[in-house]
């Protein structure tokens, strides 16, 4: 390949930010257990059980993300275009190609799941069918194969493994602290159980504002990568555009066919300001579509 | 507002407001000097055969029913005012009375007029939207949907079935909001593929 006139495939203030909310979680953990252990509260049955259900989510978790969707794998048969596109992408991305699911909703979105490249669902939507063009539904594909390439769902499991503890022993503690059954001979007492609460607690607040941080970095590197994979970012730009927003909440369905269906419509979303942004696990889609018009410019030249 | 049915039309006292149809004469500047846009001349009035309510037990209504409305509604009217109308069925099996007027406003009123007499009969429940298109210098198609239920409007710019210009759409709710009843509840802007306007 030449490397002439092509950018750099790595934006390393994005790489940097990722390592860094990795060591802050890491970090975050380790004061967590230590603190645990000081306290004499036997943490281990919890984080045995949690182990358990991140384990089994994250072997389980592609099936059940297809099954509440209603998504169906299509056969190449069935939809050849999705087809032909994913494989190109695949190729591209030197991935094995993932199987293709479609969900028959009108709400445009498109998501990859799977634990690993080869086991690698990607997702679209009837609704993001009918709203993009080609070359737009291509870019997004582009985004979902770099969350496989990425090992996302990986990633973002196991950041979620000492939330995961913390969540459960908030539960744990509450009810052991209430009732406190035969564990006051043990070192602290209730005492310690209400700081073990309290510091679980803050522990899982503050691991999962850095999941989500994490979460968004990953999104971005997701967008960058589709730039890299399909060489027009400024078409994931459009795509964005049409699929978050107002213009997403605008059905493609036929009036006559919803009539009777009124008791279904979801009121509509909270709109986003700074504070809802901290709390979310995608970023701003104008700071989306921002970042990927200077990529276009970054490979026109 | 539905959770617990509609209003028995039949026996609670009949309290017909007048619609807002009307409005739509109000915003034809702005869409003429900034849209470009005018009126094809034609309104179609769509219901369903059925009311859709449970305990309905009256007769479903049939093409000539609505001609039957329009005439008693317009009467001699209608010819002096210039209004023609034609009832139709579409392949939703949906009820059409198609009304055309060169001028926006008789053609609103007419339209008016039909609807407060449906009402009158009862049929509140069989009423479902009025379509009024508008066509731009460049042959593109505006539908502006009234919604019967909601007393609202929005704007249907179709492309290529499914594809609608939703761009279009949006833009076209801000510029005429201020003067417009326009329906903000973007979920419920529903299409209307192929209303069959062209009986007439």
Redesign the interface.
């Known amino acids: 390949m030449v490397t002439r006139n092509v950018p750099a495939t790595r934006d390393w203030g994005l790489t940097w930010r990722i390592w860094f909310v990795m060591s802050m979680l890491a970090a975050v953990y380790v004061l967590f257990i230590s603190i645990l252990s000081a306290l004499g509260i036997p943490w281990q049955g919890v984080a045995v059980m949690a182990g358990i259900m991140l384990f089994v989510q994250f072997f389980f978790s592609h099936k059940l993300v297809l099954w509440s969707m209603g998504a169906k794998v299509v056969s190449e048969a069935e939809a050849p275009k999705l087809h032909a596109m994913v494989a190109r992408l695949a190729t591209a991305a030197s991935l094995p190609k993932p199987k293709i699911a479609v969900a028959n909703t009108d709400v445009p979105n498109a998501f990859a799941t799977g634990r690993s490249a080869g086991s690698a669902v990607v997702c679209v939507t009837t609704g993001i069918q009918?709203?993009l063009t080609d070359d737009e539904l291509e870019a997004v594909l582009g985004h979902e194969l770099t969350h496989v390439k990425n090992k996302d769902v990986m990633v973002i499991t196991l950041a979620s493994f000492f939330a995961t503890v913390a969540s459960f022993l908030t539960q744990w503690l509450m009810w052991a602290s209430l009732f406190g059954g035969g564990n006051r001979d043990r070192r602290g007492g209730a005492g310690a159980f209400f700081v073990a609460y309290i510091v679980s607690m803050i522990v899982y607040f503050v691991a999962n504002l850095l999941i989500l941080a994490l979460s968004r970095y990953r999104e971005y590197a997701a967008d960058r990568g589709s730039a890299f994979l399909t060489r027009m970012p400024s078409k994931l730009a459009s795509a964005l555009g049409?699929i978050s927003g107002?213009?997403a909440?605008?059905?493609?369905?036929?009036?006559?066919?919803?009539?009777?269906a009124?008791?279904f419509?979801?009121v509509?979303a909270i709109k986003g300001d700074s504070i809802a942004e901290l709390f979310s696990s995608h970023p701003p889609t104008a700071k989306r579509i921002e970042k990927l018009m200077a990529l276009a410019q970054e490979l026109e030249h | 507002m539905w959770l617990f049915g509609r209003s028995k039309a039949k026996d609670a006292p009949s309290k017909i407001k007048p619609d807002k149809l009307s409005t739509l004469a109000t915003v034809s500047n702005i869409l003429e000097e900034q849209f470009h846009m005018r009126p094809i001349g034609k309104l179609g009035l769509c219901l369903r055969p059925h009311s859709g309510a449970k305990k309905d037990t009256s007769p479903k209504l049939t093409e000539p029913d609505l001609e039957a409305f329009a005439n008693n509604a317009l009467g001699i009217g209608a010819v002096t005012s210039g209004t023609e109308f034609k009832a139709t069925q579409d392949q939703y099996k949906y009820l059409w009375l198609v009304l055309r007027n060169d001028d926006l406003p008789d053609l609103l009123s007419a339209g008016s007029k039909i609807i407060t007499a449906i009402k009158e009969k009862g049929h509140d429940a069989n009423l479902v939207a009025a379509v009024i298109p508008f066509r731009s210098e460049d042959g593109k198609e505006v539908n502006w949907i009234y919604e019967l239920d909601r007393d609202r409007f929005y704007p249907f710019v179709p492309q290529t079935e499914p594809r609608r210009d939703n761009q279009l759409e949006v833009e076209l709710a801000t510029k005429t909001e201020k003067d417009l009843p326009v329906e903000q509840q973007l979920e419920r802007w529903r299409a209307v593929w192929g209303a069959p306007l062209d009986v007439i």
């Open positions: 009918r709203r049409k107002a213009m909440r605008i059905p493609t369905e036929d009036l006559r066919k919803t009539q009777g009124q008791a419509f979801i509509p």
